[in-house]
T-cell receptor
């Protein structure tokens, strides 16, 4: 099983709403990632978790709050977002953070629209 | 700062033509990945190259890693409309574990 799943597929929310994006993998990977991708641009790294601990926060605004409940799950909690936060949010996982095993497997993404 | 430059940025060709996409850097990468992404979907891993000079084939796709591990190429033979998509190269730096993405090559194959 080389699948990373993400829910929901699409999400529309207002600027005062609180919502969560979910990601799951069952490959036994110990590193999980959140990326943000705007149209016609490559993915931009937001957060990296390694062994369920936050390893990298790429100076992401606090209105984005990641959570890793266990080694298979990764959440992204959203609160008070801005319209410019509308994007495709991608989750990825890799075996671990060592450079020799860095290839990442991506989920299908959540298309987020902030009104 | 490690950067990956992809070229061309956009390519529109007829079915049956061959093409090559390049991914270049002034930095050494311990490995490079190539992904293909369709609109609204996540990137799908095509291949990982690790050894300098390595060549890998995936049906009509040929991937090469430069001898110095600073560049890579993707060659598609007899392109088909199903090859249409965004091709991304990504590399793991030698100094850390953060993955660097190229800007992508948008390929459109006309039937």
């Amino acid at each position: 099983d080389t699948e990373v799943t993400q829910t929901p597929k699409h999400l529309v929310m207002g600027m005062t709403n609180k919502k969560s994006l979910k990601c799951e993998q069952h490959m036994g990977h110990r590193a999980m990632y959140w990326y943000k991708q705007k149209a016609k641009k490559p993915p931009e790294l937001m957060f990296v978790y390694s062994y369920e601990k936050l390893s990298i926060n790429e100076s992401v605004p606090s209105r984005f709050s990641p959570e890793c409940p266990n080694s298979s799950l990764l959440n992204l909690h959203l609160h008070a977002l801005q319209p410019e936060d509308s994007a495709l949010y991608l989750c990825a996982s890799s075996q671990d953070l060592s450079t020799s095993e860095s290839r990442q497997f991506f989920g299908p993404g959540t298309r987020l629209t902030v009104l | 700062t490690q950067l990956l430059e992809q070229s061309p940025q956009f390519l529109s060709i007829q079915e049956g033509e061959n093409l090559t996409v390049y991914c270049n850097s002034s930095s050494v990468f311990s490995s490079l990945q190539w992904y293909r992404q369709e609109p609204g979907e996540g990137p799908v891993l095509l291949v990982t190259v690790v050894t300098g000079g390595e060549v890998k084939k995936l049906k009509r796709l040929t991937f090469q890693f430069g001898d110095a591990r600073k560049d890579s190429s993707l060659h598609i033979t007899a392109a088909q409309p199903g090859d249409t998509g965004l091709y991304l190269c990504a590399g793991a730096g030698t100094g850390g574990f953060k993955t660097i993405f190229g800007a992508g090559t948008r390929l459109f194959v006309k039937a």
